[in-house]
Structures are given as C-alpha cells and as structure tokens.
C-alpha cells in the first residue's frame, strides 16, 4: 500500500519539477534582460517542491501551497490594472494544480479524514477560483450622459438620404452610416427575428481561393430593390421584401486576379440627370473589379450599359505599363461626385519597390471616358500618359473608399503609401508629401486642393483605411477622419485646416534609416483610440510559461514606444499595429445626438526587416517571380516558389535591401494565442461637440476563440479583434458584427449595453445597412467571413426585422 500512495506524488512532483524547470531556466533568461524576477525563483522554488513530492516528503505539498499563495500576492502586484484578465496567465495554470496537490497530500499522510478533508480544500478552492473568473470580461466604464438631441450634421451634401432607402457605402454620400428609422428601437429589439436569407452562390471552388475569401460587402437599396456585389464581383439585384434574386451580373474574373483577399465591399448607384424613365442604364451601378476594370449595368436588368466604354467596361489598368494578375484590384465602390466616378485601386502590398502605379482616376459615369487622372509625379498629365510612357510606378494608392462633397466638387481620398511599406529611403518627396494623408481633389480638375498629412516618411503601414465621413461641425462642413493609430482629427471640408486641436510629439529615432525618421509625428490632440503604450507586464498567454515566452520576447526586440522603427538584427515591436485603430469598416455618425461610434482594434505587431539574402533563402518571392519558377520548372519545384503568406508576414519588398515578416498581432507560434492580454478590440462613443468618450467596450466575445484554433465557447467577453462597421439608428440602436466571435448585436448606444445578438452562419466581416420596405424596417447583413480573421468563409445575405403584425 505504501508503494501505491508513493504513485500519485511520483507522478505530480515530476510535472511540477519539470514546470519548474522551465520557469527557472526562462526566467534566469528573462532577468538578464533586465525583465520580472518572479520567474527565475519560482522556477527554482517549483524544482525543490517537485524533488520534494517525488521523495514522498509532505513538505513538498506546502512548499508549493507557498509558492501559489505568493504567486497571487505578486499577479495582484504585477498586474495592477485590467485584473480580470491580466490574472489568467498568472494564476490559472497554477491554481489548477493546486487543486490537484490536495488529494496528493492526502496520499501522504494516515491522518483520520484526510480524504474528507482534502475534498474540502479543493472545494473551497474550485469556488474561490470561480468567484474569481467570474470577472473575466467585465470591464467597469463610467457612462457620461448622451448629449441632447441637435441638428448637428444633418445637411447632407450628396443630395441623397437614408430612409426607406440606403443609395450610398455609407448610407448617403455624407457617409454616416446611419438611419433616421425609429421602427425597431431599444425597447423592441430583443423581438428581432430572421425574416428572409438569401446566397450569393460565389463560394471558392479551391483550396488556395478559400484561404484568401472575405467579401466585407455592404448592400444598397434603391426602390424595392437590394443591389450589393459577391466577393468576385457578381452583381445581384435583390427584392427588398423577400430577398428573392431578382437579376446577377458575373462579370467573370480569374482567381489569379484575387490579391490577398477576393473581397468587393459594394457597387456604387448613379441615376442619369434628365434621363427618360424606362431609358436602359438611366439608372445605373458601376462597381470595380478584382482585375481592375469598371462595370457599367442596367439597374432594373442587370444588363451592361453598352453606352459606358467598351460593352459596360473599362479597364482602368490602361496607362500602368505592366501590371501582373493580383498587383492591381478593386475592391471598395467608387464615389461619383458631379457625374464622375473617382476610383484608386489596391496595388499588393509588400510585392517590390516599382509596383504599377498608385495613380487616382475619374471616369464619366455615363460614358466611362476618362475625365482625369492624378499622377502625383506626373501632375500636368491630364490624362492617359503621352505615348511610350506610363503613369509613375511605385506611388501611393488609395486602397480604400473616398467620399465627397457634390457642392464643394472635391473629393476625400484617404491615401496609402509607395509601394513596399517598411522601407522608405527610395520615395521621392512628392511621395512623402501625399502618402499617409488625406488628400482634397477638386474633380472638376483632377488636380490636388488640399493635403492633410497624418504621419511623417511612413514605415509603419499607417495608411488611411477608414472612409471619411461628412458632418457639420461648429457651424462649418467639415471631414471627420479617424486613422489606424487611433487618431480623429475634424478637418474644414474646403481648405482642410484641422478644427479640432492637432500637435506633435517626439518619437524614437534609430532603426534601420535613422537619418529617414523624424524627430517628431503628428497627433490628435482632440481624440484617440489608442492606448498607453506596452509595458512587459502586459504581456500574455494560457500559463506562466508561455506569458514568460512572451516577455521574454518582449525584452528581447526594440519598443521604445509609439513609432518605433523597424530593424533587421531584431524584431521591433509597432503599437497599435498596422490593424489597429479603425480601418476600412470607419466609424458610424449619428447627427441628431452628435454622437460617433467607432470600433477599434488593439493589438501590437511584432515587426523584422529581412536581409535579401535570407529573405531568398526563405522563398520570401514576388508573384511574378514565383510564376517564372514555376514554369521554368514546371511545377515540379514548389519550394523554389515558396509558400503564399498573408499579407506582412514573408512579404518579399523586391527591388529593396529587405524583406519584412510582420506577426500581426504578435501570435504565439503554438497555441495561436497573443502574447498582448485582453481587450484585443473594442467600441466606442464620442461626443462631436467636445470630443469626450461617453463610453468605452470590450467588443467581442471569447466563444469561438481559444488556444490552437480550438474555440472555448465561452461567453466571456474578451474583446476581439475586429474588421467591418457600425449602423447607428434614430431608434437608439447600434447594429454591429465584425467581431471574430460571429455574433450579429444591437448595441444600446446610450450605455454600450447589449441589447441583442444573433449567431451567424460565417464570419461578419462588414458593415451592416438599414432600410424601409412597404412599411417595415430591416436590417441586413452579408455573412461573407474573412481569412485575415480566420473566421469561417460564407455567402449569405441576411434581413432581421420585427414580427410582422397580424391582420
């Protein structure tokens, strides 16, 4: 018998002697970096208890009773803030193993209820542990009182409005993503119900297509029709009541056209002015495609417009010189200002230095003739390039959704930067000065009236995702514009003088091109998403030992806070990363209450310039060169061609010295868990008039996230990661999916409080609309998924309404 009760203290002192040394050997590691010393002591602490329990001994049960009491006294100490979650890493793993040492002590002793006794301490401990974690996800956030309702921002430039209708990406052309609907509202949503879903019927059809699937579309609706496009470009037409296709346009494009996502967020409506009613394409959408043409249909038939180009297309890659299939795509809806329609284009990032260029261009929305084209280095071009010339290659593009102001006749473009992101000693001034900004073009010229930089000589990829919105501010029109650092700036919409306060701060030096940093970055002074900046008890994991991985790292890398530059003989760490603040979902305005709701990612990136030659050694290639490859060695080589990375992670940056390998949101190898601790995203309400948070949320639950893709099904709210919009209502409400959890919510928009959600069938990865049919209000959402979110991939349409009333 006493070699039977020997078994159970064998076995728990050797798991925790070999944790202990781990700990020790990481934490010795650790403290020579100048990091926490909890773990080099406890490591060692742990391998004594372990010998000890292996040995039989009872003191090896109370020596690791004492190092879990002390490890709580020092999580509560190291923490500080954000307990709840902070907590997890610290003392979960070893609480779960306390729980196991009561029955082991009880093996080691003949004590009278010994067994009794130990089913009593792992009691108390499963409760004080639940009691615990009942916190997670809770986040206690002082709610300010809702301004009154104004007329704030109701002016709306683009001579459209929401209502029964939705006609623009963003509502109108003021870009708000609101509607004045009041039908479903706080005190009736919780009835919501699904009333119709439809499919796109656009699924991959291969392996490789399924892992680049994300079609972020949000639909329009004019009439009695819904009108939105699939992830490759299929235009349908829907009936607003029942959700019955009513017509599809495929438009036919390849999968080699499809860029690191095959994603269409929408098409854009034009009615012809003094247009006889019934005349084909009087009224018309135009989107733009995977491969880089403009279509021109019908928008009762779905039938080409045969007056727009060349049969209802046209190719805006003509004037780029050589463009290879997936170097240029778009994926977001023009903006037709004053009979024009105004398109950038996504050129794919991180490919080489003299990727086509990132011209913009503007397109009779009737005849599709080009009207101008803004080649900032080429700024007396009017149009096309002169013969055996092409626009400048390598310039930065506008990826993302414009706005604009139809009687000002300027368009909002929220401009990238030159091609190959996280180098910058080969970009031209003119470059420096139009990347990273928001630029003003007047379409009547095509030419530049204003520059709003946010971010000096970028290395950071902080380009402008997000879609600039409309509002009256004070009295004046102005831009509100919000950046993936977190910043809001409010801009006047004609000259472009910040109306809200703007300063500089100074900012690490170093890296790679020291004598390319600036000593000093702008920032919103008014506004901001963005969070303090990291520190080594921030970091994270499931356990002691992979938090310690994390910190280790930490320590190891370059952060020397906001704007630290990349470097090639280690990582750096960039925070918030290149998806972090608000990207192309943007922000939803509500102009009644004067109130802006923004969701928001949180994460950092864990950032390295690669030497070329490893970068080869790698397979870190370009497309094209991949394709040579392949054909040299027709197919029979796959490693020459390397393997397809998402995007920043082995991205080649050909023509260039490096390479870079971005882990975006600084992932765990392993587990897939991120060494930063909860919230990874959230939402926000803002006050216009003074630009206070009203209040502030985690967004996004931990249900279908969980270590080594595994989902936890925990309701907890831990705050995900994010990509797509908001809808604000008049009813009070906010519609918002986006999240990795695959939960459709009403937001109350007073308090931040959830008021409804609904399960989707795939991932939500786009902003959803509100309309009116025949007297009822809906809402849709495209459930389309997204591969960046590792969200699982779909093409349902789906409208929720309230119960139809009987009789």
């Known amino acids: 018998m006493a ?7 064998l076995i728990f002192g050797t798991v925790v002697g070999l944790i202990g040394i781990v700990l020790a050997v990481g934490g010795g590691w650790l403290a020579t970096l100048g990091g926490s010393l909890y773990y080099l002591p406890t490591g060692l602490a742990m391998m004594a208890s372990g010998y000890l329990l292996v040995r039989s001994r009872m003191a090896g049960a109370w020596l690791y009773i004492a190092i879990v009491a002390a490890t709580i006294l020092w999580a509560f100490f190291d923490a500080q803030t954000n307990l709840a979650w902070a907590l997890v890493p610290r003392i979960f793993a070893p609480i779960i193993l306390l729980i196991v040492t009561f029955p082991v002590m009880a093996t080691l002793t003949r004590a009278p209820h010994r067994w009794r006794n130990a089913g009593i301490a792992v009691g108390v401990t499963v409760v004080a542990t639940g009691l615990l ?3 997670l996800g809770r986040r206690d956030v002082a709610v300010a009182a809702l301004p009154a309702p104004t007329s704030v921002g109701m002016a709306d430039p683009s001579g459209m409005a929401t209502g029964a209708d939705w006609p623009a990406y963003g509502g109108t052309g003021a870009t708000r993503r609101y509607s004045p609907l009041t039908q479903i509202n706080t005190g009736n949503v919780a009835r919501l119900e699904q009333v119709w879903l439809t499919h796109t019927g656009d699924m991959p059809r291969t392996e490789a297509a399924a892992a680049q699937y994300g079609a972020e579309t949000t639909p329009l609706k004019i009439g009695d029709m819904l009108y939105l496009c699939s992830a490759k470009n299929v235009m349908i037409a829907l009936d607003a009541r029942t959700g019955k296709e009513r017509w599809r346009f495929d438009p036919k494009v390849k999968d080699e056209w499809i ?20 005349t084909l394409c ?5 989107e733009g495609t995977l491969d880089a043409r403009l279509i021109a249909v019908d928008a009762q038939t779905g039938r080409p417009c045969s007056d727009f180009g060349r049969n209802g297309e046209v190719d805006a890659k003509v004037g780029m010189g050589k463009v290879f299939p997936g170097l240029v795509s778009i994926n977001s809806p023009p903006v037709i200002i004053r009979g024009i329609a105004v398109t950038g284009h996504q050129t794919l990032d991180g490919q080489q230095r003299w990727e086509p260029s990132g011209v913009i261009q503007g397109f009779d929305a009737v005849t599709g003739k080009l009207r101008f084209a803004w080649d900032m280095k080429h700024p007396e071009w009017t149009g096309y390039p002169p013969a055996g010339q092409q626009w400048a290659r390598g310039t930065p593009n506008m990826w993302t959704i414009a706005s604009g102001d139809e009687k000002l006749g300027l368009v909002y473009l929220p401009m990238g930067n030159s091609s190959v992101d996280y180098w910058s000693s080969m970009r031209s001034p003119v470059e420096d000065r139009f990347a990273t900004s928001i630029v003003a073009l007047d379409v009547t010229t095509g030419k530049p009236r204003w520059t709003f930089r946010a971010v000096k000589n970028d290395v950071w990829d902080y380009d402008f995702g997000s879609q600039p919105t409309l509002i009256d501010y004070k009295g004046k029109a102005a831009l509100l514009v919000s950046s993936k650092q977190g910043d809001m700036y409010v801009l006047d919409r004609a000259t472009g003088r910040p109306l809200t306060p703007v300063g500089t701060i100074r900012v690490p030096g170093g890296g790679v091109e020291p004598e390319q940093r600036s000593p000093t970055q702008i920032v919103s002074l ?16 499931m356990s002691p030992i992979d938090q310690m991985i994390c910190r280790i790292n930490f320590r190891r890398a370059s952060y020397k806070g906001f704007f630290t530059p990349p470097e090639t003989d280690r990582h750096s760490i960039e925070y918030p990363g290149y998806n972090g603040g608000t990207d192309w979902g943007s922000v939803a305005v509500d102009p009644l209450r004067g109130i802006i709701v923004a969701n928001y990612n949180d994460m950092p990136n864990y950032v390295r310039l690669v030497p070329r030659a490893e970068a080869d050694r790698k397979g870190w290639f370009t497309r094209e060169q991949k394709a040579a490859m392949a054909k040299e060695d027709k197919g029979g080589n796959a490693s020459r061609g390397g393997k397809p990375h998402s995007e920043g992670a082995g991205d080649p940056q050909a023509q260039t010295p490096y390479a870079i390998d971005v882990n975006a949101g600084w992932q765990m190898p392993v587990t897939g868990m991120l060494c930063k601790q909860p919230p990874y995203g959230g939402i926000r309400a803002i006050d216009i008039a003074t630009g206070k948070t009203l209040w502030d949320r985690p967004f996004g639950s931990a249900r279908r996230n969980g270590p080594f893709g595994i989902p936890s099904h925990l309701p907890l709210t831990i705050g995900t990661p994010n ?7 008049a009813g009070g409400l906010i519609f918002i999916a986006a999240s990795t959890d695959d939960l459709f919510k009403a937001i109350d928009l007073k308090t931040g409080n959830i008021l409804w959600q609904q399960a989707l069938p795939a991932g ?3 902003t959803p609309m509100v309309y009116e049919q025949d007297g009822r209000e809906y809402v849709v959402l495209m459930t389309g998924g997204h591969h960046f979110m590792k969200t699982p991939i779909g093409d349902q349409v789906i409208a929720w309404a309230l119960p139809a009333s009987k009789g």
């Open 723 to 729: 990509n797509g919009g908001a809808v604000v209502t």
């Open 3 to 9: 070699g039977n009760r020997r078994w159970p203290a």
């Open 282 to 286: 009087a009224r018309r959408l135009i």
């Open 764 to 766: 939500g990865q786009a």
């Open 526 to 541: 008014w506004q901001t998403l963005r969070k303090p900046d990291l520190r080594e008890s921030d970091m994270w994991g």
């Open 133 to 135: 974690f009942t916190t």
């Open 259 to 278: 860029p690191y996502t095959a994603a269409c967020r929408g098409v854009s409506y034009y009615a012809m002015p003094g247009a006889q009613p019934g």
